[in-house]
């Protein structure tokens, strides 16, 4: 597709267990981001893959989340044994090297956590 | 650390003009961001700044850059309902266009008919 596709759009889970989050940015962007997007927040930044550097951690919250980012383009975004404080819309974003780096953002993953 | 730092709440009335004010803290950023969201949508770009300039216009959006105090305004001319939407200022995380983004929490613009 011509966007940065996100799955599943909702996904409503029981506290405790683990879920996944996929991202599928454009095609040819090197660079990969997720974001947090909670109630009356702004996003807050998780992580941050460029090319087959090492990626950027410093924004996860705990060692419950993780990611990985295979072939430099699908990211699975992992939270392992929820907590309702996870409850949030979580976003991904794809940028270009070029020109000005304009990040493209998907439409999110709204999770909850019952 | 990093920071952006952003008021959360404007209320306008319609044709009146806008101004979001943004602080940010790496004074390395090459380029800074405005992002709009409007409501049950997603993020998108609205306008930038290169850091070695001081303003930059596009039609009704005016971007103004103070590097001495780190300060991002947006201001919106004559604005409309369909201005209504939340307003995120953005940074570079060091030089270039690649790196690390960091957002700020958003301005909600009301704007009464």
């Known amino acids: 597709g011509a966007g940065v596709s996100q799955s599943p759009s909702n996904k409503v889970t029981e506290k405790g267990k683990d879920v996944e989050l996929r991202c599928d940015p454009i095609?040819?962007?090197?660079?990969l981001y997720w974001y947090r997007q909670s109630l009356g927040q702004g996003l807050e930044f998780l992580i941050y893959f460029q090319g087959n550097s090492a990626p950027d951690k410093s924004g996860l919250p705990s060692d419950r989340f993780s990611a990985e980012r295979t072939g430099g383009s699908v990211s699975t975004l992992t939270i392992q044994r929820t907590q309702q404080e996870d409850s949030a819309v979580y976003l991904c974003?794809?940028?270009?090297?070029?020109?000005?780096?304009?990040?493209?953002f998907g439409e999110g993953s709204r999770l909850t956590v019952l | 650390g990093e920071d952006v730092e952003q008021s959360l709440f404007l209320s306008v009335r319609e044709g009146d003009s806008s101004v979001i004010n943004c602080t940010y803290t790496?004074?390395?950023?090459?380029?800074l961001y405005w992002y709009k969201q409007e409501p049950g949508a997603g993020l998108q770009l609205l306008t930038y700044?290169?850091?070695?300039?001081d303003m930059k216009q596009d039609q009704r959006l005016t971007v103004l850059l103070n590097k001495k105090d780190k300060h991002l305004s947006l201001r919106i001319a004559d604005t409309q309902t369909g201005d209504s939407a939340i307003y995120f200022c953005a940074e570079t995380v060091g030089s270039g266009n690649t790196g690390k983004l960091i957002f700020g929490q958003g301005t909600t613009l009301q704007v009464k008919p």
């Open positions: 790496d004074s390395s950023s090459t380029y």
């Open positions: 974003a794809s940028r270009s090297a070029r020109d000005t780096g304009e990040l493209f």
């Open positions: 095609s040819g962007h090197t660079a």
């Open positions: 700044i290169f850091s070695n300039m």
